[in-house]
């Protein structure tokens, strides 16, 4: 596997959502400087979503304002409707993400209607976008199992891949939101989608509750999917999706892609300084097992 892989981080947004502590924009402009500077290029910094549902997002204009000094960087936001749309555009978002769902009760749960109606609120979105020369990423939750309806199968999520991806997406974004999924039904469901949306147009986003996102990865890579969603420290949840836990660490990622020969341009000890900085402000060790690993080594060098 010699050819690139493509990190999307997620820590600002998705690794922030969920945290009882919530990180002030000063922080987070702080945290997506840092994240830069270790080489991830493309970073999903923030929210515009109802403040009442996630509080953690608020000032998300400013995040994405604080941060058009980094040149050369590509930032991306959630937009679930077009009152989010006319924000983001306000603060230069570039990039924007509508978010879907494979399963009706975590539709619901998530964006308070189903997931025929979720389509019907993007199309003016991404209209709107297109024609304002801003390109629009797709996502969809629980592909791999949902907290409200259980299994999940490949076609359904096909089904609502093919629609994001007519609507005009560009990349459909896979979510395990709840980490259930296993190397097995994460290959079927990249075949089974790929008969929607070209394989080189797809991400996986997994989260690691069950401990499984590296081995999932590994198994859609052998499929041929190359963009991986990742948050640095494995911060992450959705606060909608009873049990969920973080997205798969960056620092574990690059860790296995770099040990494949697959080259991230990312610098591990400044990615592990951006970890450790952010890990402090919200008061808890990181998820990450590389994380703790080489601050453990790190230790041990100073004698600690
Ligand atoms: P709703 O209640 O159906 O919307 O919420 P509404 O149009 O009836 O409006 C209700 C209130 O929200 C109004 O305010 C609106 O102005 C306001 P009020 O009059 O009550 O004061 N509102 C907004 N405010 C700010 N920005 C907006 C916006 N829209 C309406 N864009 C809505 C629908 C989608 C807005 C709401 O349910 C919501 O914000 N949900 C948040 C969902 C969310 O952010 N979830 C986490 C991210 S998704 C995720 O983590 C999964 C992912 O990582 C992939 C994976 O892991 O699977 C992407
Ligand atoms: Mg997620």
Redesign the pocket.
Known sequence: MSETVRIIE?GPR?GL?NEKTPVDVADRIAFVEQLFDAGLHTIEVG????????PQ?MGSDQVLRGVSHLTGGEFHV????E??YD?ARAAGARVI?V?A?ASEGFSRA????GIAESIERFKPVVARATADGVRVRG?????LGCPFDGEIKPQAVADVAKQLWELGCYEI?L???IGVGTPLKARQLLRAVAGSVPMAHLAM?F?DTYGQALANLYAGMEEGARVIDAAAGGL?G????PG?TG?VATEDVVYMLEGLGVATGVDMTKLLAATNAISSLIGRAPASRVAAALNAKNRRARGG
């Open positions: 997620m998705d959502q929210a515009f979503v109802s403040a009442k549902a996630i997002m959630l937009v679930p409707n009152k989010g924000a993400s978010f769902a998530n964006i308070n209607c996502y969809i939750s629980c592909v974004s979510g395990d939101t986003h989260h992450g959705c606060p909608f999706a969920a997205n």
